[in-house]
């Protein structure tokens, strides 16, 4: 699938190392983003923040003059767009769990070039899923702004279960998602008995995107574990 | 402080027997005095037989030779009084001049019961008369007007045992009384005590008898909390000193990790180059979980990680560290297989979500550390009534007996006091130790059915 809408984005990162600020930005322009703009501290973010008016901004939790908590506060005054930490504090788990503080993800330091670009690439998806083109797969297309899937020409609705299924799986696309966290998507928090619902679910989101559902190609099965989204393209 | 009712019930015991054994004491000395002041016969025995053995004869009357010895050697004398006459007819050499020679019944009936001129008198019954043995005035003491009333004498058990007891209780009084005083002054003492061996700190008012005691109570208090405050503050410092260097650590890292993965697919790069990148990133990663495991380890030692305790869905958890590690972490070589029983979809324990992750996660990255050549990885949860078993296995090169002895038995070098050489390292399995006794579970080392290294860990509900 074409995911290029997304290299588009404007990013800004933030963070007071130097060395830090280039190695991440070369992890981001050597995947394919085009507009990566950095900073080093509060004031230069936030004048970076009004000129480039960001899409999704990554930032270090320690600043030289502030932190990153305040200067998420900051931004999202400007714009409501996602934010995604840095930190080197294993200390900051806690205040990061169940992102209370309005940040969308955090990433705790040292990390691995895959791992950023994973959760970059899964939080521009989450945010920017209406403005999205048709998700390819391997016998047909999703387009998650009507609901639909297009099958051989052939427009087929989907119901609002299979469309957070759906975006669940394609949110982590190419990765499998547990059988719990594919409940919690479609029923909440208190997932716990859902398993046979979520079969007769998946059954039936194969039918709809599978030439033949008996032989999945798209949406696989990983045995007792949960499911995996394979998409065209990159 | 339980052991002071037993104190005090040992003490009433002690009293108790102690009384009972005086009682007996008493009575066989007043035994002893009574049976050594008392002839061996009684006087009243000796006046029957000095009456049998009074022969009448033609010249008179007769004492035998053998009674009258007995009776010399007494200092005693004797009489017989004629039935009819009332007259003495027959007397012993020794009789004192002012015993009087003629009788009436009343003085019959009066030396009978006591005395005849201050004698003390017995007497036995003759053929023809009364004998009348009399013995010096300081030899016998006789109690004249013996009569009691018939109910006080059939009472008299029952009221012994009632005064009896009276005295004991009384006793029992006197002493509680007595005691209490000291008791409630030993009160304060024993709680400060026992607060003391709680680690709580003391005050106590250093007054009454026990105010040394008590001065030197609250003086130990002082010293063990100014001890256990140095020692939470030392280990405050080497928490946070550990987190610190964990901290710094952590932006360095990032820059080789960064770069490194950016190598390891460089296209610009020879495939030997590549592979060199690729040696970089996974050593790095490793250095990566040590530093967390070290920091983690550290804060569980020194209980500077509090455990947030919810009921948790332990199958959905190790789920989810499986499939986290099949998304990031491994490559084929670790294939591993989700062995648990497809009709067991929940089971629910007291757990710290995000602690039991890691310790899942430590045992497979334990597996796939240990086994360079590859290795498959079996999980699996069994629902035991009351507990969870959370088993880990793998089918690499496992183990040898004395290793996994060593594993289940040998102390930690972070958790050892003495020299470190012969000590444990890796810092893996003893983190999934800390979580899993912070869980209050327990944790076994085995050798798996599969042909490598087994931990199970069984967690209560």
């Known amino acids: 699938m074409n995911e290029d809408y997304l290299l588009n984005k404007r990013i800004l990162l933030v963070d007071d190392e130097q060395e830090l600020l280039d190695m991440v930005l070369s992890i981001l322009i050597e995947y394919g983003f085009q507009n990566v703009k950095t900073a080093k501290n509060v004031k230069e973010a936030m004048e970076q923040a009004e000129k480039s008016r960001p899409e999704l901004a990554i930032l270090d939790v320690m600043l030289p003059d502030g932190n990153g908590f305040e200067l998420m506060e900051q931004l999202k005054k400007g714009g409501d767009y996602p934010i995604l930490f840095l930190t080197a504090c294993e200390e900051d788990n806690d205040k990061f769990k169940g992102f209370g503080l309005g940040a969308d993800d955090y990433i705790i330091k040292p990390f691995l070039p895959k791992e950023l670009l994973f959760r970059v690439m899964a939080i521009l998806r989450r945010s920017y899923k209406g403005e999205d083109p048709l998700v390819c797969l391997h016998d047909s297309q999703i387009d998650f702004s009507r609901a639909e899937v297009i099958k051989n020409d052939e427009h087929i609705p989907l119901t609002a279960k299979e469309h957070d299924l759906l975006s669940a799986l394609y949110r982590n696309a190419g990765r499998i998602v547990t059988i719990d966290a594919l409940c919690e998507a479609a029923w909440g928090d208190n997932p716990f008995g859902y398993e046979n619902s979520l079969m007769a679910h998946i059954r039936r989101i194969r039918e709809k995107i599978e030439q033949n559902p008996s032989h999945p190609v798209s949406l696989v099965t990983v045995k007792g574990l949960g499911y995996k989204l394979i998409i065209e393209g990159k | ?461």
């Not at chain 2, 919810?310 to 789920?319: L, T």
């Not at chain 2, 990031?328 to 067991?344: A, S, V, Y």
């Open chain 2, 1 to 461: 402080m339980k052991s002071v009712p037993k104190l005090i019930r040992r003490f009433v015991g002690i009293m108790t027997l102690s009384i009972i054994l005086l009682v007996i004491l008493n009575i066989t000395f007043f035994a002893i005095v009574f049976v050594r002041n008392t002839s061996t016969f009684s006087p009243w025995d000796m006046a029957d037989h000095a009456a049998a053995a009074l022969q009448l004869t033609d010249g008179g009357y007769s004492l035998s030779d053998n009674v009258m010895a007995k009776l010399k050697e007494e200092n005693a004398w004797a009489l017989l009084i004629d039935n009819d006459t009332r007259q003495v007819v027959w007397q012993t050499d020794n009789l004192p001049a002012n015993i009087p020679m003629q009788y009436t019944l009343s003085d019959v009936a009066e030396l009978t019961r006591g005395y005849v001129n201050g004698y003390p008198a017995f007497t036995g019954e003759a053929q023809t008369g009364l004998l009348v043995l009399g013995y010096p005035k300081d030899r016998f003491w006789k109690h004249t007007r013996a009569s009691w009333d018939y109910n006080f004498i059939a009472d008299l058990p029952k009221n012994t045992i009632i005064i009896f007891a009276i005295n004991i209780v009384l006793i029992l009084l006197i002493y509680a009384a007595v005691n209490s005083k000291l008791l409630r002054s030993i009160k304060p003492i024993t709680n400060g005590i026992q607060n003391l061996s709680n680690g709580i700190p003391v005050y106590m008012k250093e007054k009454g008898v026990l105010s040394e005691l008590a001065e030197k109570i609250n003086k130990t208090s002082e010293i063990l909390q100014m001890q256990s405050e140095q020692l939470r503050r030392k280990e405050t410092a080497r928490a946070n000193w550990i987190a610190g260097v964990s901290h710094d650590v952590r932006t360095p890292l990032s820059m080789i990790m960064g770069y490194a993965g950016q190598l390891e697919n460089s296209k610009n790069l020879s495939e030997i180059e590549c592979k060199k990148a690729a040696a970089i990133v996974k050593q790095s990663s490793r250095m990566k979980d040590l530093i967390n495991d070290l920091n983690l380890a550290s804060k569980l030692e020194y209980d500077m990680q509090p455990l947030t305790m919810k009921q948790e869905n332990a199958i959905s958890i190790i789920r989810q560290v499986i499939v986290d590690f099949m998304n990031t972490n491994i490559d084929d070589k670790f294939p591993i297989k989700w062995i648990t029983n497809d009709t067991l979809s929940a089971c629910y324990i007291n757990a710290d979500k995000d602690l039991l992750k890691r310790a899942i996660s430590n045992l497979i990255q334990n597996s796939i550390n240990h086994n360079e050549n590859g290795c498959a990885i079996y999980a699996s949860v069994c629902d035991n009534n009351n507990t969870c078993k959370i088993c880990i296995e793998d089918n690499g090169i496992g183990a040898s007996d004395e290793q996994i002895d060593r594993l289940n038995n040998t102390p930690h070098y972070m958790i050892c006091d003495t020299n470190t050489a012969e000590q444990r390292h890796g810092l893996g399995l003893l983190i999934v130790k800390q979580i899993i006794k912070g869980h209050n579970g327990e944790i076994f080392i085995d050798h798996s059915e599969y042909g490598g290294f087994k931990v199970v860990l069984i967690i209560p509900k």
